[in-house]
């Protein structure tokens, strides 16, 4: 990081390799479009790089950096003129090619399972971005409440209250009481 800090590229570069999956996930996750997180991704680093000179607390870079991409993510949504492809579309050859490569597995547990999935993704996708931004953040990227505050620049009790709202959003559309 102190290397970056000093405008050495190559230790920028480390950075991306380092932080890219993180920030693609992040950005998948609030634009639900496949196509475009790459672009979005790409401009959220380049816009890093630029601000880099900014950053005050360098130990706190991945959340400046998903708060840089949030915005990204958020100009890009306002630009976009397409339709959204669906989440569970996106993942569908994915979840096939999951099936196919479970050969121990009992083949319709696998499909049962593989479609819970589905619908399970469906029913996040369908949920308003900030609270599909929220459950992502803490389930698939694990954050404490303290650091979903802090990239999303909330207060805790906002964060709580999205989370609360996002679990009884998903387990109404989903029909069940099981998300916890």
């Known amino acids: 990081m102190h290397q970056a800090l000093a405008g050495q590229r190559g230790a920028y570069a480390q950075l991306v390799e380092a932080y890219y999956p993180r920030v693609t996930a992040f950005c998948w996750a609030k634009l639900g479009r496949h196509d475009a997180v790459p672009d979005v991704v790409q401009e959220t680093f380049l816009r890093a790089l630029r601000q880099l000179h ?3 607390h360098p130990e706190r870079f991945e959340w400046w950096l998903h708060g ?5 993510c958020h100009e ?6 397409r339709s959204p492809i669906s989440l569970s579309e996106s993942i569908e050859e994915g979840a096939i090619l999951e099936e196919e490569a479970a050969q121990d597995g009992n083949p319709q547990q696998d499909l049962a399972v593989s479609e819970a999935q589905r619908h399970l993704v469906a029913g996040i996708e369908a949920l308003p971005p900030k609270f599909r931004e929220v459950i992502h953040l803490q389930y698939m990227e694990e954050l404490s409440h303290r650091k979903i505050a802090d990239v999303l620049n909330l207060s805790l009790s906002a964060v709580n209250a999205r989370l609360i709202k996002a679990r009884r959003l998903l387990r109404k559309r989903l029909g069940s009481g099981g998300v916890s």
Do not use: T, Y
């Not at 840089?68 to 990204?72: D, G, K, S, W």
């Not at 890009?76 to 003129?81: C, E, G, L, T, V």
């Open 68 to 72: 840089i991409a949030l915005r990204v």
């Open 76 to 81: 890009w949504r306002k630009a976009a003129s």
């Open 54 to 56: 900014a950053l005050k």
